[in-house]
C-alpha cells in the first residue's frame, strides 16, 4: 500500500509515478500537485491534485475530460479500458448489459457527444465506493443531457475528482469505516416513508405519522444498542434524546443534534445528519471506554420543517420554553389535530413544559448539516465552517389594477398588475445581489382568474429577504417597499403587503466558529466561511446558547429538499472526524 511517507520522500517522476492512474492518462496533474509537499493527510493530498486540476488552462481541463472512455463504449468492448476503469464499470455492472441497456447507453452517448465535445463521466463507483445501479446510471445520464455546457464541463470534472477519490483511497488501503457507517444509517433510516410516498420509493417524513415514529424507534435503538449511550428516550413532543455521560455524571453537556422529519419527497440527509454524525462519535467513544470531562446530549428533533402543521421548529421549540400550546387546535390536511396526533402516539402534552433546558447545564450547541446550496461543490471542498445563519422576513402581497381587454387597450392606457409585478422582481432580484450574503426572492406569482386576452387586473405575489444581519435584511426589504411604491404610484395600480414571518440572524458564536476552524484545519483542509441561507435548529438554541455550525459538501450541485440529495462516504468520515477533533478540543479548554 501507498503511504504518505513515501510520497513525501519521493522526487517529482516518482512522485508521479506512484499516483499513476489515479487520474486517467493525465499524468500532468500529480506533476502540478508535487510542489505541494509535504502532506499531513489524505484529504490534503487529496484537494492539492483537485486543485492542480482546477488552476490548469482550460485546454488542459477538456483534454482530461477526453480522456476519459465513454460508458460501455468501444473502449469497453475491445477491451481497452484501463485496469481502473474496467473495475469501476465492472462494480456497476457495465460490463454485463443487457442488448437493451446497451442500445440506450450508446444512444445517449452520441446525443451527449454531440451536445458537449467531450464524453459524459459518471463516478459509477457511487456516494458509497460501491457501484451505482445501471438505472441510476442510465436516469443520470439522460437527466444531464439538459445541462448548460459550462454547468456540464465543472460537472464532469466534480466527478472525474470523485473518481480520483476512490482511486486513491485503494491505493492507500484506506476506508471511510465512519462515513460508511453514517451513510448506511441514512439509508436505513429512508425505509420509512409516508403512504402515497412511499409506494413511489420518495421519502416523506412528517410530524408524528407512522414513519415517523418509526423512525424515532430506529434512532433510539441505535443509540441504545449501538452506540452505548447512557441514557435514551423519546420526549413529549417526540424528540429522540440520548446522552452520553461526561466522566463526572453531573457534568455540564455539550448540546447537539438536528431534525428528522422531512419536506414531501426530499432528502435523505437534510437534518438526519446532523444526528447521525454525533451518533457515530458516540459510539467510538463508548467502544474505546473513554468518557470525556463532559457529557454529550444528542438530540433528533421531532419537527423542524413545518409540512404537517403550521407551525417550525416544534422540537428545538420545546427545549427554549416556545412551544405553543394554542398550536394543539392545529388540524392537518386531513383535520387530525395537532392534539390527537400527539395523544395517539402516546405523547404526554402536560410534560411539554418539562423539556425546557437550562442553559447553565449546557456548555453550548453545534450542528452539523448537509449545505443545502452549490457553494462547496462548485469550489469542490468538503467542509464548510458556518459564520451566521440568515435572518430573514416574507412577505405576501398584491397588486390590483384595472382588468381590461387586451386587443383593445392602448399601451399606454394600461393599468396592468403583472407588469408593476415584473418590475418589483426585478428591482428585488438587482437590490438582493448587490450586498454579499443578501439575498431576495419572489418565489409565488399568480393572476387570479387570468386569461390570454385579458389585461391582468391582480397580481398576488411573495417576497423573502435573507442576510447574515437583521440591519441588512431590513434594509434591503426597506427598499424593496419603496420601489414597489414607485412602481404603483407610477403605473397607476394599488397594492398591499403583507408580513408574514420573521426570524432573526443567527451570528455562530466566534470561539465556537474557531472551534471548527481548527477542527477543519486538522484534517489538511482549507477553512472556508460561509453563511447559512436556509434556517436550522442552531437559530433557536441560539436564544439560549452559544452556537456554530459545520457545513457538509453535497453532491449534484448540492441540491437538497430534492431525492437527488446525496452525499459521499469520503464526505462524511471527514465530518465525523472534524466533530471528534471538536469534542477533544473541547476536553481540553471548554470554556
Known sequence: MLTLERLNAADEAQFTALLDGVYEHSPWIAARAWAARPFASLAQLKHALVQAVETAPNEAKLGLIRAHPELAGKAMVSKS????????QSKAGLTDCTPEEF????????????????????????????GLPKREIIATFARRLDNAPDFELAEALRNIHRIAEIRLDDKFGAEPVLGNLVWDWAEKLA?????????????????????????????ARWMREDCGFDEVNIDAVGNVVGVYHGSDPRARRLLTGSH??????????????????PMACVRELHRQGRRLPYGIEVIGFAEEEGQRYKAVFLGSGALTGQFDLAWLDQRDANGITMLHAMEAAGLRIDDIPKIKRDPARYLGFVETHIEQGPVLNQMNLPLGVVSSINGSVRYLGEIVGVASHAGTTPMAMRRDAAAAAAELVLFAERRGAAVPDLVATVGMLEVPNGSINVIPG?????????????????????????????????????FALEETMRAAAAPCAPEWRQRWERAVESLGLPVFHMPSGAGHDAMMMHQMMPQAMLFLRGLNAGIS?????????????????????????LATDPT
Open 81 to 88: 479500458l484501463t485496469a481502473e476503469s474496467t473495475n469501476e
Open 103 to 130: 442500445e440506450t447507453i450508446q444512444r445517449l452517448n452520441a446525443g451527449y457527444n454531440a451536445k458537449f465535445g467531450f464524453p459524459f463521466i459518471l463516478a459509477v463507483r457511487g456516494p458509497r465506493g460501491a
Open 191 to 219: 425505509v420509512h416513508s409516508d403512504p402515497g410516498y412511499a409506494e413511489r420509493g420518495e421519502l416523506c417524513v412528517t410530524y408524528l405519522t407512522d414513519a415517523h415514529r418509526n423512525c424515532a424507534a430506529q434512532l
Open 260 to 277: 428528522y422529519d422531512t419536506v414531501r419527497n426530499g432528502g435523505k440527509y437534510d437534518g438526519r445528519l446532523g444526528i447521525l454524525v
Open 458 to 494: 391582480c397580481c398576488r405575489f411573495s417576497l423573502d429577504v435573507r442576510a447574515t444581519t437583521n440591519e441588512v435584511r431590513d434594509a434591503c426589504a426597506r427598499d424593496i417597499r419603496t420601489e414597489l411604491a414607485a412602481i404603483c404610484e407610477r403605473r397607476g395600480v394599488q
Open 561 to 585: 429538499h430534492n431525492p437527488l440529495e446525496s452525499i459521499t462516504n469520503d464526505d462524511a468520515e471527514l465530518c465525523v472526524r472534524a466533530f471528534q477533533t471538536l469534542l477533544d478540543q
